[in-house]
């Protein structure tokens, strides 16, 4: 059975949310390491609101934007990979 995991972050505003990691991974290409996230909400669909970010394992409440499009494909190859 998975345990599932959590990541604490600080708002803008200073309020802490917590928010259950979906999965975590290296990418070899760019040495950085990648978390895909969710506070388990849905869209207007229905459809789960998940996030992705560079995070940094020493500091996990530290995370910074996924900026270039390589680096989303690979993200949304691993979510795919889950899906299935």
Same mark, same amino acid.
């Given at each position: ?12 505003? &200073? ?15 760019? &040495?950085?390491?990648?978390?895909? @996230? ?7 669909? &229905? ?7 560079? @995070? ?29």
């Amino acid at each position: 059975m998975n345990e599932k995991k959590f990541l604490k972050i600080t708002d803008n505003f &200073g309020k802490e949310v917590i928010y259950e990691i979906l999965c975590a991974f290296n990418l070899k290409k760019t &040495g950085k390491n990648y978390v895909v @996230y969710t506070d388990n909400t849905s869209d207007e669909d &229905g459809n789960l609101n998940v996030f992705a970010s560079i @995070y940094y394992p020493q500091d996990d409440s530290k995370l910074d934007p996924i900026e270039t499009e390589e680096e989303w494909e690979e993200v949304e190859k691993r979510l795919q990979e889950m899906q299935q």
